[in-house]
């Protein structure tokens, strides 16, 4: 099933299609630190995804950033809500040469980011590394999910936030395969 999504605001122009298929990702968000990233999301989570941004840039990439994780998030609520059979919970654990994170998830459908994850540098090129949380708390929030991202070993920038996009990614993975229940995923019945 195919998912998608027109975002259009002062600041930032998006159309993004999800889907739970493995077909090759097409992500043009007009920064490339968070083309990569999201590649690599997509990959990881089997998830194929894309995205056609346009945003504020010129200011910084803050918008387009939070925006494409806002509606990714509202995307992944309305994958959560029509399937309603999934495992809920996932765990990863991803070393990305010296660098290792913890990513666990529960589609809860109570959203609340915990971001432990101090990162080296500010920087990744232009890319501003605070806007990595941003995108997690952004998507996190509007997918309703309860997600824990611990940066347990850090190193290289660039290494640290690759290995928390697939950390996520791999464990989103998990918490999204069908049950072998058949049944929503919890005890109340119903995941809201």
């Given at each position: 099933?195919?998912y998608?999504k027109?975002?259009n605001?002062?600041?930032t122009?998006?159309?993004i299609?999800?889907?739970?298929?493995?077909r090759?990702s097409?992500?043009h968000?007009?920064v490339?630190?968070?083309?990569h990233m999201?590649?690599?999301?997509?990959?990881?989570s089997g998830?194929?995804?894309?995205?056609?941004a346009n945003?504020?840039?010129?200011?910084?990439?803050?918008?387009v950033?939070?925006?494409?994780g806002?509606v990714?998030?509202q995307?992944?609520?309305?994958?959560?809500?029509?399937?309603?059979t999934?495992?809920?919970?996932?765990v990863s654990?991803?070393?990305?040469?010296?660098?290792l994170?913890r990513?666990v998830?529960?589609?809860s459908?109570?959203?609340?980011?915990?971001f432990?994850?101090?990162?080296?540098?500010?920087k990744?090129?232009?890319?501003?590394t605070?806007?990595?949380?941003?995108?997690?708390?952004?998507?996190v929030?509007?997918?309703r999910l309860?997600?824990?991202?611990?940066?347990?070993?850090?190193?290289?920038?660039?290494?640290?936030?690759?290995?928390?996009?697939?950390?996520?990614?791999r464990?989103?993975k998990v918490?999204?395969?069908e049950?072998d229940i058949?049944?929503?995923?919890?005890?109340?019945?119903?995941?809201?």
């Amino acid at each position: 099933m195919m998912y998608q999504k027109t975002r259009n605001t002062t600041e930032t122009q998006l159309f993004i299609t999800l889907a739970d298929d493995n077909r090759p990702s097409d992500i043009h968000t007009g920064v490339g630190f968070l083309d990569h990233m999201l590649t690599l999301f997509s990959f990881h989570s089997g998830l194929s995804i894309s995205i056609d941004a346009n945003g504020d840039t010129q200011v910084d990439d803050h918008h387009v950033t939070e925006d494409i994780g806002i509606v990714l998030g509202q995307l992944l609520l309305e994958m959560v809500k029509e399937r309603q059979t999934f495992q809920r919970y996932g765990v990863s654990y991803i070393p990305m040469d010296e660098t290792l994170t913890r990513t666990v998830v529960d589609i809860s459908g109570r959203p609340y980011l915990l971001f432990n994850a101090h990162l080296s540098r500010e920087k990744v090129g232009s890319f501003d590394t605070e806007l990595v949380e941003e995108f997690f708390r952004a998507l996190v929030i509007n997918a309703r999910l309860t997600t824990h991202i611990d940066l347990i070993r850090g190193g290289n920038t660039h290494h640290e936030i690759e290995s928390i996009f697939k950390s996520f990614a791999r464990a989103l993975k998990v918490a999204l395969a069908e049950n072998d229940i058949n049944q929503t995923p919890s005890s109340k019945g119903v995941i809201e």
